[in-house]
């Protein structure tokens, strides 16, 4: 078997990124290694070999490739705690974990010096064919070469998804469990974990493109959240192998950008934005009409006017709320009859009734609290999701209803 380079970039899905569990140094080098190994179009794992020397680096000593063998046996025996996705390959609101050996073949070769191992073919929703943005989180394989603690690596996952909002909060427990630190370790004092964990992620992180600032959120004396805050350039998405270029942190708009994309630059939505919306169109993941039809609905008369229409323009047209509205309205749509001679035409029928509705799951908007949009950056968030539902949803004219047993938010326009 041929080894194969290390790819420049490296994948997860972020239901991956987000599950509970901890390795070691040597661990989490040899899962970075495999993921480097896995291109975007590959529809099954292969047998990946691994040199001792992309894990220990420089140290060639006896020592060193003791650990390497060691290393076989410890993968085979390494679950990792994963969060179960939904029937379509989506992150679900309240997800189930199980653990999952990640490893389901490991050997050491001393001729070849690394090791082979083949992945459990349960991870294949979590890392194969990861192409559709949203639902994955890219990052650069040289990063993580500066990166020797164990919480480091996790921690710059949770950080790399974050790329674009440049922040993220976590309550000290949820942040606990997203690092598979266990119910007795760090226990006691704040400042035993933050010295332990936090204190030594930061100083490694400050030598990779997401260097961060702690902020330590109080109740009364006591430590409730943390919010990290980054400034790191996005990376361009590529959906090939090949390598991942970093972009400046503003993308300056072309005099000649589309005029769709200028019109939503008009709305307030932001340029990185309308490049999310870019790639959507091509991948055809929607027709341009659709975007029109959104800002048609966004517009409709309503009681109460929407406080960020930039948001629920962006979050409709990328989340595709009212995309099966759409297709039903095409649908519905009688085809153009020809006005008689020396007849004016027949004014344009209204909208069919049925799309006067903005309708919600509100699984779905559960989602979005859990996994929110560029735009929440600007405006933060409500402490609790009944607070979120109340202040974006209905505040602004949205009514609670149950259709077809499941709980739905719905906008009724005139």
Known sequence: MAPSAPRPEVRQHNALINSSFSLNTLEWRAFTAVLARIHPQDEEFKEYFIPAAELVGEDTGGSAYAQVKGLAKRLLNCLLYVELLGPNGERVSQPDYEYVSFITKARYLRQRGGLFLKVNPDFMPYLLQLTQRGNFTKSLTAEFRHLSSNYSFKLYWLLSEYRAFGTRTFTVEELRFRLGIRPDEYQGRFNNFKAKVLDKAQEELADTDLRFELELLREAKTVRQIRFSFKA??????????????????????????????????????????????????????????????????????????????????????????????????????????????????????????????????????????????????????????????????????????????????????
Not at 319 to 341: C, G, H, I, Q, T
Request: charged share 25%; glycine share 6%; with cysteine.
């Open 233 to 414: 350039s996005p990376l361009l998405l590529e959906p090939g192998p090949v390598a991942a270029t970093k972009l400046p942190l503003t993308v300056p708009v072309e005099p000649a950008a589309e005029p769709w994309a200028a019109d939503l630059l008009r709305l307030g939505v932001s340029e990185a934005g309308c490049e999310v919306i870019r790639r959507h169109l091509a991948e055809g993941q929607y027709p341009l009409a659709y975007l029109d039809y959104v800002a048609g609905v966004l517009a409709r008369p309503r009681k109460v006017k929407i406080r960020k229409p930039a948001d629920y323009l962006y979050r409709c047209i990328t989340n595709k709320l009212l995309l099966d509205e759409f297709r039903r309205s095409l649908e519905a749509a009688p085809a153009p009859a020809a006005p008689a001679p020396g007849r004016k035409a027949a004014a344009k029928k209204a909208v069919p009734a049925a799309a006067a509705e903005v309708v919600y799951p509100l699984a779905e908007v559960r989602a979005m609290y859990d996994n929110p949009g560029p735009f929440a950056r600007r405006g933060g968030r409500a402490a609790t999701f009944d607070e979120h539902v109340q202040q974006v949803y209905l505040s602004q004219g949205f009514v609670a209803e149950t259709r077809e047993g499941q709980p739905v938010l719905v906008l009724r326009s005139k």
